[in-house]
Nanobody, 127 residues
Framework: QVQLVESGGGLVQAGGSLRLSCAAT????????MGWFRQAPGKEREFVAA????????TYADSVKGRFTISRDNAKNTVYLTMNSLKPGDTADYYC????????????????????WGQGTQVTVSS
């Protein structure tokens, strides 16, 4: 069974940091584009960041650029999202996803192209 399992969410004060992890099981994701998305209460899901298979191509949403860092460890089949200088507006459920385009260097936020999704981890930033 193919699974993406997020962890690391929680409650943090504004200005604080969190590191989310997404561990993959059931297949190797080392050649996939991996992405992070988030969905705040009452809002649509939005793109946060994406990374190509090698880690050399990365893109971020403007709202998180300079504060969030996406990274991956293919040996561990895991992708990370390090979030610094958190704001109340970052409060959301965070989801990782995999686009199984082998060795693609096109990093993107088109959610329809991501075939595998985790269940999400909740991040709450208090003011």
């Amino acid at each position: 069974q193919v699974q993406l399992v997020e962890s690391g969410g929680g409650l943090v004060q504004a200005g604080g940091s969190l590191r989310l992890s997404c561990a993959a099981t059931g297949r190797t994701f080392s050649s996939d584009v991996m992405g992070w998305f988030r969905q705040a209460p009452g809002k649509e899901r939005e793109f946060v960041a994406a990374i190509d298979w090698s880690g050399s191509r990365i893109t971020y949403a403007d709202s998180v650029k300079g504060r969030f860092t996406i990274s991956r460890d293919n040996a561990k089949n895991t992708v990370y999202l390090t979030m610094n200088s958190l704001k109340p507006g970052d409060t959301a459920d965070y989801y990782c996803a995999a686009d199984p385009a082998p060795f693609s260097t096109v990093v993107h936020g088109m959610s329809d192209s991501y075939d595998y999704w985790g269940q999400g981890t909740q991040v709450t930033v208090s003011s």
